[in-house]
C-alpha cells in the first residue's frame, strides 16, 4: 500500500511539473502565494537559520523562506521533475536539493531550525513516521510550519468550495496540465484528509511540546506550527 500510493503521487507529481505554478496561481487567483508568505511568518524562520522545505515542488516555499532571512534552504521532494524545476528557478537553490521522502530523511539529527512543507502533508503514506523524523532533525527549540487545504467550517463557504475543488478544478487542472487524474485526486485527497487526519493530535504524538494552529481564507487551508 505505501509503495504504490509512493510511486503514484511521484508519477502525478512529474506529469503536472512543468505547469505546476501557473496552475497555483491561476486556480487560486494567487491567493496561494499570501498563505506561503504567512506560513513562514508564522514560522518565525531565525535569521540565518537552516531551514528543510519538504515536497518542496518548484520552491517557492524555500524563496520565502530566504527573503525572510534564512542562510541555508533545503529542498527535499519524491518528484525528480520538481527539483529539477526548483533548481531552475532558484539560482541561490542549485545544489541544495534532494531526492527524499518525510518518512525517511537521510539528515542527522538537530540539523534544521526550521522544517516547513506547503500542500505536501496529504501525500506523506505515513503520517506518524514522517512526524517524528520532523521531530528527530529539529534543533531544540525548533518548529515546523505545515501549511495544507481543510474543509470550511461555515455551511455556505463549504458548499461553494467543495462545488469549486470537485467541479471546476479538476476540469480546468486537467485541460491545462493535460493530467486529469491528478487534479480529479486533489479534492478526493481534501475530502478525505479533512475527515481522517488530526495534524495537531499527531505532532503531540510525535512528542512536540507545543502545537498550535491557524485557518486562513475563510478555513480553506490551515497552517498548523510545532515547537519542538
Known sequence: MTDSKRNRV??????IARRY?????SLSAGVDVFWRKKTI???DVPKGGAVLDVACGTG????EAKKAGAGVTLGVDLSIEMLRLFAEKRPWSRGASALAVAEEFPFADESFDRIVVSFGVRNFYDLPAAFREFRRTLKPGGAAAIL?????KNPVVRFF???????ILPF??????????AYRYLPESVEAFDRDVD???LLKEAGFASVKRKTLTFGVVQVVVAQR
Open 21 to 25: 505554478d501557473l496552475l497555483n496561481r
Open 161 to 167: 468550495y467543495r462545488f469549486y475543488i470537485k467541479r
Open 60 to 63: 517557492d516555499l524555500s524563496a
Open 41 to 43: 511568518r508564522l514560522a
Open 199 to 201: 495534524l495537531v493530535a
Open 172 to 181: 480546468v487542472g486537467g485541460v491545462v496540465s493535460g493530467e486529469r487524474s
Open 148 to 152: 495544507e487545504f481543510s474543509l470550511p
Open 10 to 15: 511521484r508519477s502525478m507529481f512529474d506529469g
